[in-house]
């Protein structure tokens, strides 16, 4: 695959493409990030962002993981000691998961964001930007409540990140894009550069089909999971024999496949007993989308196939979590 192929595989949206080609043509020792509000246990979501951390690295990027502490104080998710606490369990379980160890920076927000330079650098952005653009880049991140003065702050701040962190692009699922663009058009208001975005898709929710897949409501699948709620939930899921169902409804189980499942193996086998035809085999989600809509792939088959992938996706962050409680 060519390295503007792998860079930008399964990306929703790539801001701007031209942007992510120059990067693509000289991409070692350059700096993306994607930055997470600590929570204890990692869930698909971290992971499908992680998995695009995993193609940068291969192409030679230098990964760069935020442990957003201060952004998940100013979102309202516990003390400070408690958010630093799972920081350190976030990072345990991304190595587990396939982060390379010695190409990965893990840096706490706090580690630079309370630094004299950076506030004031903040109260001009402040300044710069009217309530009603910072609460609309919000809105995706922290729901249409963004009542509180910490939610304006926020983006305003995530905007700096980019510079401080010295980047040369920012990863983020599409809910962070409002944030990327009012970070492109603010960033020059202080004379920092520009720099590309590149967003991954939103997975829908497991059960429905509808929305999107999060740990706040319905339901979600994390490195907590044991094999048999793995299953239980996979089996539950909804999964039309269609890649494109009616209305605004997604197949989640042939995102999963797509996101999740595809980018970490080469070979899928769907296993059948020779009465129901034998094993199937693919090599890429498309020859799987396909045989899901003729018929030739039954749903319960593929379900089954994926809740065993993803187990083995979580299987050695989950060991991690039991260690680090134990
Ligand atoms: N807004 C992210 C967390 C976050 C991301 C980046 I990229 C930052 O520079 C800071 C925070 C979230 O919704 O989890």
Redesign the pocket.
């Known amino acids: 695959m060519d390295t503007y192929d792998l860079i930008t595989r399964n990306a929703e949206e790539v801001v701007t493409e031209e942007e992510v080609r120059k990067l693509a043509g000289d991409p070692d020792g350059k700096r993306v990030?994607?930055?997470?509000?600590p929570s204890g246990v990692l869930h698909l979501g971290h992971l499908l962002t992680a998995n695009k951390l995993i193609d940068l690295q291969e192409a030679g990027m230098e990964v760069v993981v935020?442990l957003?502490d201060v952004?998940?104080y100013l979102?309202g998710k516990g003390t400070f000691e408690e958010i630093r606490e799972t920081a350190e369990q976030m990072k345990a379980q991304f190595i587990a998961y396939g982060l390379e160890e010695e190409n990965t920076e893990f840096v706490y927000?706090s580690e630079f964001q309370l630094d004299e330079e950076y506030t004031l650098d903040l109260h001009q952005l402040e300044l710069a930007t009217t309530l009603n653009r910072a609460q609309r880049a919000m809105a995706d991140?922290a729901g249409s409540e963004t009542a509180t003065v910490s939610h304006v702050v926020?983006?305003l701040?995530?905007t700096l990140?980019?510079e401080y962190?010295d980047l040369d692009l920012?990863?983020?699922?599409l809910?962070?894009r409002k944030?990327?663009m009012l970070a492109r058009e603010e960033l020059p208001e202080l004379d920092y550069d520009v720099r590309p975005a590149l967003h991954t898709p939103i997975v829908a929710d497991l059960t429905s089909g509808e929305g999107k897949m999060s740990s706040s409501e319905g339901v979600t699948i994390s490195m907590e999971d044991a094999t048999e709620d793995l299953e239980e939930k996979v089996n539950s899921a909804f999964c039309p024999p269609t890649r494109d169902p009616e209305g605004d409804l997604e197949n989640p189980v042939l995102e999963l496949f797509e996101y999740h499942v595809f980018p970490r193996f080469d070979e899928i086998v769907v296993e059948r007993p020779e009465q129901y035809g034998g094993d199937l085999t693919y090599g890429e989600y498309e020859s799987l989308a396909a045989d899901l809509e003729s018929g030739e792939l039954h749903p319960a088959d593929a379900k089954g196939t994926l809740a065993t992938y993803l187990d083995e996706l979580i299987a050695p962050g989950r060991e991690k979590l039991r260690e680090i409680r134990d």
């Open positions: 990030y994607v930055g997470y509000e935020l957003a952004h998940a979102n927000g991140i926020y983006p701040m995530q990140d980019i962190l920012a990863v983020g699922g809910d962070q944030v990327h």
